[in-house]
C-alpha cells in the first residue's frame, strides 16, 4: 500500500516526459524546414522526407529508453542495497517486472516516434519549399 502512490507518480512523469519529447522534435521539426524544403529540391517526396524524420525520432527514442532504463536500474540498486540498509536498517528483495518496464520502454519508442512523424507533417508541406527560397 505505501507504494501504490508511486504508480501515480510513475503516470505523471511518464506524461510530462511524452509532452517534452512532443515539444522537442517539434521544435527540432520545425527548425529544420529550410533542410526539408532542400530535400523536396532534390527530389525527395513528402512522404520519404516523413521517413526520415520518423526513423530520427526512433532512433533518438530508442536511445533514450536505453539509457532511461539503464540509469534507472542503476538508481535502484543503489537504493535498495546501499540506501535501504543504510539509512532504514532494512533489505528487501530486487525483483524487476521486466515485462512491464519492456512494455513501458516500448510505449515510449512508438509515441516519440510517432510525434516525430506527426511533427514532420508541418515540416514537409509547401511551405518547407518556400522557406528554401525565401533563403535565395
Excluded at 540498509?85 to 510517432?114: E, I, K, N, Y
Amino acid at each position: 500500500r505505501s507504494f501504490a502512490v508511486t504508480v501515480w507518480l510513475q503516470a505523471v512523469a511518464i506524461g510530462i516526459g511524452l509532452f517534452g519529447v512532443a515539444a522537442s522534435f517539434s521544435a527540432q521539426v520545425l527548425a529544420r524546414k529550410r533542410e526539408f524544403g532542400l530535400l523536396a529540391h532534390l527530389g525527395l517526396t513528402r512522404q520519404q522526407i516523413l521517413g526520415v524524420v520518423a526513423l530520427e525520432g526512433l532512433a533518438w527514442t530508442l536511445l533514450g529508453a536505453l539509457a532511461g532504463l539503464a540509469l534507472g536500474l542503476a538508481v535502484s540498486l543503489v537504493l535498495v542495497h546501499v540506501v535501504n540498509p543504510q539509512s532504514f536498517h532494512w533489505t528487501m528483495d530486487l525483483v524487476l517486472p521486466w515485462a512491464r518496464l519492456l512494455a513501458l520502454c516500448a510505449a515510449v519508442v512508438v509515441a516519440g516516434t510517432l510525434t516525430a512523424w506527426l511533427a514532420g507533417q508541418a515540416a514537409a508541406s509547401r511551405d518547407a519549399v518556400r522557406a528554401v527560397k525565401e533563403d535565395w
